[in-house]
């Protein structure tokens, strides 16, 4: 996750070179409106991206998304600094659509708000920092949000706090890689976890589901096919969501 800073930062530059412009449309899909959230009890989140623009998102570009309470970019390491996830290595052509991670997430809430309802919401951007660089210029439709509604708390607390469940992959290595890779992954719960590596179009060409694997560290070894030496993309998924998304380079 980077800060949300960084990510302001890095909507007010502009590039002194031609800049693609690109329209995407960030939508909400869960929570679904009027969910009830109780007290440290998880919740999943979802969303999808549509590129309503013209112009292809490449898979060089990165788009960048944040979770918000009420308007406010949540804070889920509890560090007092807003999160902010970033995926690189998915190609979106003008009218596609593609489904972001999901995440469990659990709220500690205070008994005094039983009953009341909030605004849960997603706000997201497209960052490139290449000469050839992208740039989302209406961003009326980079936020959407869901009524939720704060159900069992807790007497013992006196404020709203929220937390994520954490998937980490440690680190990908050999890399550059010639023949097999291996990812170290360290697992917040027991959950199913698969892999793919995509090439500078988007294109899968390995892919591989893991058995259930239990909380706490594992490693995974890929081997990789006769592929054309270059730039790659290896996509580490825990659950339904990508939790990692590292630049692989493959040698001869």
């Keep these: 996750m980077k800060r949300y800073a960084i990510v302001l930062a890095l909507c007010a530059t502009t590039s002194a070179y031609g800049q693609r412009l690109i329209d995407l449309e960030f939508k909400l899909t869960a929570p679904t409106p009027n969910t009830t959230v109780n007290s440290n009890v998880a919740f999943t989140t979802g969303f999808t991206v549509k590129n309503v623009g013209t112009t292809t998102l490449k898979a060089t570009d990165s788009i960048a998304w944040f979770y918000t309470l009420d308007g406010k970019a949540e804070d889920y390491d509890n560090d007092g600094q807003p999160d902010v996830f970033v995926s690189t290595g998915t190609q979106l052509a003008p009218n596609a659509t593609i489904t972001g991670p999901s995440y469990?997430?659990?709220?500690?809430?205070?008994?005094?708000?039983?009953?009341?309802?909030?605004?849960?919401?997603?706000?997201?951007?497209?960052?490139?920092?290449?000469?050839?660089?992208?740039?989302?210029?209406?961003?009326?439709?980079?936020?959407?949000?869901?009524?939720?509604?704060?159900?069992?708390?807790?007497?013992?607390?006196?404020?709203?706090?929220?937390?994520?469940?954490?998937?980490?992959?440690?680190?990908?290595?050999?890399?550059?890689?010639?023949?097999?890779?291996?990812?170290?992954?360290?697992?917040?719960?027991?959950?199913?976890?698969?892999?793919?590596?995509?090439?500078?179009?988007?294109?899968?060409?390995?892919?591989?589901?893991?058995?259930?694997?239990?909380?706490?560290?594992?490693?995974?070894?890929?081997?990789?096919?006769?592929?054309?030496?270059?730039?790659?993309?290896?996509?580490?998924?825990?659950?339904?969501?990508?939790?990692?998304?590292?630049?692989?380079?493959?040698?001869?």
Aim: charge should be positive; charged fraction near 15%; glycine fraction near 8%.
């Design 104 to 252: 469990s997430i659990t709220y500690t809430i205070p008994a005094s708000l039983n009953g009341t309802t909030h605004q849960y919401g997603i706000g997201g951007i497209v960052l490139n920092r290449s000469l050839d660089s992208a740039k989302d210029n209406n961003i009326a439709n980079n936020t959407s949000s869901n009524p939720i509604i704060f159900g069992t708390g807790t007497s013992s607390v006196s404020e709203v706090k929220g937390s994520i469940v954490k998937n980490r992959v440690l680190s990908v290595y050999p890399n550059p890689a010639v023949t097999e890779v291996h990812a170290k992954i360290d697992l917040g719960a027991t959950n199913y976890v698969s892999y793919r590596l995509t090439d500078i179009t988007g294109r899968t060409v390995v892919s591989g589901d893991k058995d259930r694997l239990s909380k706490g560290e594992h490693v995974i070894r890929i081997a990789l096919p006769d592929l054309m030496p270059g730039l790659y993309f290896f996509h580490v998924v825990v659950g339904d969501a990508i939790i990692s998304t590292d630049k692989l380079y493959i040698t001869k």
